[in-house]
């Protein structure tokens, strides 16, 4: 069982959603439960609202992976 879950680079609300989305996770699911992170809309880096290092740093402290989105063109790329 898993879970993706996904912010938009260009939204800082969907960022802090992703907070929020964790302990509902923490609390409702088991805990062997894998759990990714998306950034989204990666090729409109010139509206970025959530710097990368913040996502990084996010994904350390939560131990989850970490993935990027350019939905154009359907690439997903590990980082």
Not at 42 to 68: E, H, T
């Amino acid at each position: 069982m898993g879970a993706l879950l996904v912010y938009d680079i260009t939204k800082r609300q969907t960022f802090v959603n992703i907070h929020l989305w964790l302990s509902e996770l923490r609390d409702h699911v088991d805990s062997n439960i894998f759990i990714m992170m998306a950034r989204y809309k990666c090729d409109l880096n010139y509206l970025r609202a959530i710097p990368k290092q913040d996502a990084r740093l996010l994904a350390i402290i939560s131990r989850r992976a970490l993935a990027a989105a350019i939905p154009d063109q359907g690439t997903v790329i590990k980082v």
